[in-house]
């Protein structure tokens, strides 16, 4: 009986679920297990094939996907993208918005000072992470905001605590992802209903096609300095699992956390409260 009742509190079960970003390393895991608990999950991503390759693995373990192409920095491809999700899904409860990234162009390095980024590639990585989160909120928030209930989940970073070196850009979307999740939990809850909830997950290192460029030597494969300088400013002393994640996901998404809105979460095995010494 107390595992039911655990159960019940965390069911994610029936949920549509809309993942951006869901073919990169850490989305497709959110976006496997959430339909493994019995959620329909729509695998959003510019790269038609890599959304195809994470909904194929859904489906043929029996459960509900959907491989959905979106430029979340296009608006009629987002709206053709939330149609096509309703269409053969149904209505959205669930958007986790995990479109993101950088890029070495828009990063400090030896050979590209503060002075010279070029502000095309500064731009891009903000857009991406901001626009790209605030513009699918736009839409697929709409009928949630028309039914009542729903929910949003950000993803943030370490960068939004504090401002890391090297990445401007980045730093400077995800603090501004973190302050856009306060904004809209609150405008959600006042203006429309307080059954929409927003948050967000700040996650810690982990390796992802976006940050290995700086974490790991592409000549060596062994951690750079910035690598080794994460690992030494982690507690735990390594870098996060993308299933670790998961906990706080289904937490987030489920009643468990029903009165739970507005906030950013780490998971970072300490790497924010350690002030180094």
């Not at 608990?37 to 489906?59: F, N």
Request: hydrophobic content about 45%.
């Amino acid at each position: 009986m107390a595992n039911d009742y655990v159960a019940q509190m965390f069911d994610v079960s029936g949920k549509v679920v809309a993942v951006t970003g869901g073919g990169g390393i850490l989305c497709s895991v959110m976006a496997e297990a959430l339909a493994k608990a019995g959620a329909a999950v729509a695998v959003l991503d510019l790269r038609r094939d890599a959304a195809a390759e994470v909904a194929g693995k859904i489906t043929s373990q029996g459960g509900r996907a959907e491989a959905v192409s979106v430029d979340v920095l296009d608006r009629q491809s987002i709206e053709e993208a939330y149609k096509q999700v309703v269409d053969t899904l149904g209505p959205v409860d669930v958007l986790i918005n995990g479109a993101g990234g950088n890029k070495k162009e828009a990063t400090t390095s030896p050979d590209l000072s503060f002075f010279d980024l070029p502000e095309s590639a500064v731009r891009w990585v903000f857009d991406l992470n901001c626009l790209g989160t605030i513009m699918p909120s736009q839409i697929f928030c709409r009928a949630m905001a028309a039914r009542g209930q729903g929910n949003v989940i950000n993803v943030s970073s370490m960068s939004a605590f504090h401002p890391l070196t090297k990445v401007l850009g980045y730093s400077g979307a995800k603090a501004a992802i973190s302050n856009f999740t306060e904004w809209l939990a609150v405008h959600m809850a006042q203006e429309y209903s307080p059954k929409i909830r927003v948050n967000a997950i700040a996650p810690g290192f982990f390796l992802t096609e976006q940050n290995r460029f700086l974490l790991v030597d592409e000549k060596t494969g062994e951690p750079t300095t910035r690598g080794r300088a994460i690992i030494d400013s982690t507690p735990m002393a390594r870098y996060g699992a993308p299933e670790e994640l998961l906990g706080l996901l289904f937490w987030l998404i489920s009643g468990a956390s029903s009165f739970v809105t507005g906030t950013v979460v780490a998971v970072d095995g300490g790497f924010n409260a350690f002030s180094g010494v």
